[in-house]
């Protein structure tokens, strides 16, 4: 009965996820959804994104989170439009699921971006496993969080599109095998894009935010 009833929740989200990529496309957005666990840096990373791409490519974004606007009030410091979602009163779902983008993004004036960002919860799991519409899915994981999180989550790197491995600052102070990690990476995902960033430095920003400039502008 429970597989059931996930069956039934995954079928009527996909249908909505369909929607809202007809939604968009109609508007001419670029949607991504960008992926994590809590504490990988994506939220700084996002904040630095923002800030190189506008005003030549128009930015908006959608933050979910279970409680607070805490995310939301730093990215909109970057004067890009911001939508928050707090999933506490859906029970504190750990993912965004179509129908609260289908609600959020229609709070938003589309017509005036070229790209929707979506800052997913911090979860290696469940935002893996629901489509919000997006054109293209990124993750971030930290080197803080260890070599091995791709093969023990693997699903997330598996439909993700391009993964960022962030705090590489922070390597000289860490027991960490950067080569591991982005092997690991591309072992679940054989040829994923994988840039290494510093979100503190803003180190290796340029090979990420010339992916994103491409798919935006392609």
Known sequence: MEINIQRKVLEANETQADRNRKYFS???VFVLNMMSSPGSGKTETLSITIKRLMPHIRVGIIVGDICTRNDADRLGATGAPVVQINTDQFGGDCHLAAHLIDRAARE???DSLDLLIVEN???LVCPAEFDIGENAKAVVLSVTEGEDKPLKYP???QV???ALLNKIDLLPYLDVDLNL????IQKVHPKIPVFKISAKTQEGFEGWIGWLKGCVNG
Do not use: C, P, Y
Request: charged share 30%.
């Open 26 to 28: 109609e508007r001419k």
């Open 108 to 110: 938003m004036d589309l």
């Open 121 to 123: 919860i911090g979860n």
């Open 155 to 157: 699903l997330m790197f």
């Open 160 to 162: 993700a599109d391009v």
């Open 181 to 184: 990690a982005v092997d690991n």
